[in-house]
């Protein structure tokens, strides 16, 4: 009986690891900072993750490797997508630390809403996101929303558009700077 009283040690009195980020784009065509409000009441194991990569400077000069206009900005591939190397297979790899369980919600999937990129499996997300464009229904319940663009959609709009089926990005990429956290 008392096993059922016991509450886990990672819900009991845990603070929050990040409020948001500061994404400091630069580029070709894109120039400026993308704020996002990073939802951990929503997704948790996810914004844990993505606040431990950027304290660690991860995502410090990591690619746009996927760009598709009128859909979203894929980044994020810490294993492939450091700018200056060959990004040739950026969007295929993730960070050191395992995948994780997906914690999809009801936040619908708008211009703005930040989600967790995955391959097939639902619980194979780690490293990589993407910040949509516009609204996307048939995402819905499909990916983990992570956050929301609170201020640079501008910038967001002028990212250097890719391949219109594929996203993938002809010559240079745009590139994530500089990704800090803001508590």
């Known amino acids: 009986m008392l096993r059922n009283l016991l509450i886990p040690l990672a819900f009991v009195a845990s603070p929050a690891l990040a409020t948001g980020l500061a994404i400091e784009v630069e580029g070709e065509s894109a120039s400026g900072t993308i704020q996002i409000d990073l939802l951990d009441d929503v997704a948790p194991g996810h914004v844990a993750r993505i606040a ?27 294993e492939f997508g450091k700018s200056g190397g060959d990004t040739s297979r950026a969007g295929m790899g993730g960070s050191d630390q395992p995948d994780l369980v997906q914690e999809f919600s009801d936040i619908p999937f708008e211009r703005g809403v930040v989600g967790m990129a995955r391959s097939q499996s639902v619980d194979s997300a780690n490293s990589q996101f993407f910040i949509m464009f516009t609204e996307y229904p048939s995402l819905n319940g499909q990916y983990t929303v992570v956050g929301r663009v609170t201020e640079g959609l501008d910038v967001l709009d002028s990212l250097k558009l890719g391949d219109p089926r594929s996203g993938a990005i002809d010559g240079q990429h745009d590139v994530m700077k500089s990704v800090t956290v803001t508590e």
């Open 52 to 78: 431990e990569l950027a304290k660690s400077g991860a995502y410090d000069g990591v690619v746009f490797h996927r760009v598709i206009d009128g859909f979203m900005a894929q980044t994020g591939d810490v």
